[in-house]
């Protein structure tokens, strides 16, 4: 089955840089790749995707790539802001009829002001 | 609009006891889906519920089961609870069975076992 790895676990950086978490899967049917974001006793929240037929895609300060030939995807987030500061999840599925996503273990960021 | 909603909020079981969990969707949502959060992991999948069929199942055992209802809302069911099932318990909807459109999670029922 499919199995996601993320870095790092922890991640602090100064507000206004930048902050980059990267994820690898194992399984090459994989198609779909969401991040949630989960701020401290509340719900994981979908701040961005992509699909695999994309390399690349922004929205504001948030950006996702793809790599499928490696079979990675990274978030990166520009110019970071104190409300930044959550439990980042990256999630992959194989399969285009369910919602089995297999989550990462989670980034933690801390952004200092 | 209400999003998913989730009860209880909290729960305290002992070992041994039975708890059912219970999720409302985004009105329109025919998708139910059940994740397991342990602190400081992320969430894994227990079960999918798409038009009151089950659509799909993570590698829980058996104590677990679910079911979803004509109005799609849905229950999650624990029996002979033990102490490694305190978690988060995580219900998330979408309209369609594909989960591509990006789907919304409730906030979700902490359970504690002791």
């Known amino acids: 089955g499919e199995n996601v790895e993320q870095h790092p676990s922890t991640l602090s950086v100064q507000e206004g840089d930048s902050a980059v978490i990267k994820c690898t899967y194992s399984?090459?049917?994989?198609?779909?790749f969401p991040w949630y974001k989960q701020e401290l006793g509340k719900r994981p929240q979908l701040i961005i995707d992509?699909?695999?037929?994309?390399g690349e895609k922004k929205d504001q300060r948030i950006a996702v790539t793809l790599n499928k030939t490696a079979k990675h995807f990274s978030l990166h987030i520009t110019e970071t802001q104190p409300e930044d500061s959550a439990v980042y999840f990256c999630a992959a599925t194989p399969d285009n009829y369910g919602q089995n996503f297999v989550f990462g273990p989670g980034t933690r960021l801390s952004v200092l002001p | 609009d209400a999003g998913v909603t989730q009860s209880p909020t909290h729960l305290i079981k002992t070992r041994g006891q039975q708890v059912t969990l219970r999720c409302s969707p985004i009105?329109?949502?025919?998708?139910v889906s059940w994740y397991q959060q342990v602190l400081g992991q992320g969430p894994q999948f227990i079960f999918q519920y798409y038009e009151k069929e089950e659509r799909g199942r993570g590698n829980f055992p058996d104590r677990f089961s679910a079911r979803q209802f004509p109005n799609y809302s849905s229950e999650l069911n624990v029996n002979a609870l033990l102490l490694g099932d305190s978690a988060l318990y995580l219900c998330a909807s979408s309209f369609l069975l594909g989960a591509q459109g990006g789907y919304t999670f409730g906030s979700g029922t902490r359970l504690t076992v002791v």
């Open positions: 992509i699909r695999s037929n994309v």
């Open positions: 399984d090459s049917a994989s198609n779909y």
């Open positions: 009105s329109g949502h025919k998708s």
